[in-house]
């Protein structure tokens, strides 16, 4: 049984009852997101556009704009987005149940008068179907305290992501929130190239998604359900899969990989529920890795090192 200090860090998050904040403050993200995407080099795998967990929400990190930058943050404690620019200047606009058009509106409006001017393509990526940011008055749920729980369980999240990327010496990504899929995510790579991804995103080109996969990968992540998967859950995958990652056996019980999804789950329960969490998704991230690697044949022994500790230098 979770203490109730683990229940505060991991709160319960039910996907029917904040589904259409969801999908709001999804979308929102994207119109932040797009702004970075429209102002920053690209950078492999497209680690240029993703956001990053705060102790208060999420953030671009600085833009650079000619000689200034500017940044913009959600503040899912004041809830509030912050628009702040190198020289001072804010602006801020309220999180409330407002229409997509009307958020991307006011966030267009603050740029302008900060000089900042950035226009972005208002077709949502990765969603089907999707309605132009400027003509959506469809999506307008805000729920303050949906919100708030998002952000602590990406909050106790990036902490156990964290943790779990100091354990390799290869290439790994930062610990970073693509607002396309609206997940968390932190991936490994084996150092190998990997075959031509087969595109085929919804709202996004197949030039990104295969410079994104250009090689082998082992990613994990968080993310809040959609389609099928109506509950919060965790996930891993290879990509390519080596034979026998289907079969394989991961730890803890509840994982089980998702043919439709191609990948291993383990929901955001489970987790939540557990006697230790933090220790419950370590044996994930851990257990679906290991299969990926051995199945792989990633070269394990040059890649990975011990889980990192405060204040103590890597032995070697």
């Not at 329960?269 to 199945?295: G, I, K, N």
Request: proline residues 8%; negative net charge.
């Amino acid at each position: 049984m979770s203490s109730a200090d683990d229940l505060e860090r991991w709160p319960d998050l039910p996907y029917a009852a904040w589904k259409d904040t969801y999908e709001t403050l999804h979308l929102w993200t994207q119109i932040v997101g797009k702004i970075r995407l429209m102002r920053e080099p690209w950078l492999n795998h497209s680690w240029h556009v993703p956001l990053y967990v705060t102790a208060r929400g999420l953030t671009t990190s600085p833009i650079p704009m000619g000689g200034r930058a500017f940044q913009i943050d959600f503040d899912f404690i004041d809830h509030l987005l912050w628009l702040r620019t190198s020289e001072g200047h804010i602006r801020q606009i309220m999180l409330a149940p407002k229409t997509v058009a009307e958020f991307y509106g006011e966030v267009t409006l603050a740029l302008d008068e900060l000089g900042l001017t950035t226009p972005i393509f208002t077709q949502p990526s990765e969603i089907a179907d999707g309605i132009p940011f400027d003509q959506d008055r469809v999506h307008a749920a805000y729920d303050r305290d949906y919100a708030n729980r998002f952000w602590r369980i990406l909050l106790s999240t990036h902490a156990v992501f964290s943790r779990f990327r100091t354990g390799y010496l290869g290439k790994v990504s930062p610990v970073h929130f693509f607002w396309g899929g609206f997940d968390l995510a932190v991936t490994r790579f084996s150092g190998r190239r990997a075959p031509l991804h087969p595109g085929g995103v919804p709202g996004l080109p197949d030039t990104v998604a295969r410079e994104a996969y250009s090689h082998e990968v082992c990613s994990a992540g968080f993310w809040p359900g959609g389609g099928p998967i109506d509950y919060l859950t965790f996930y891993s995958y290879a990509y390519p899969a080596p034979e026998g990652y289907a079969s394989a056996a991961v730890q803890p019980p509840q994982a089980f990989f998702s043919k439709e999804f191609g990948e291993f789950l383990l929901p955001y329960d489970a987790v939540r529920r557990a006697r230790d969490p933090e220790a419950t998704l370590m044996l994930f991230l851990q257990s679906t890795y290991e299969v990926a690697a051995d199945l792989g044949k990633w070269d394990r022994d040059a890649l990975e090192c011990s889980v990192g500790v405060p204040c103590r230098p890597r032995p070697l």
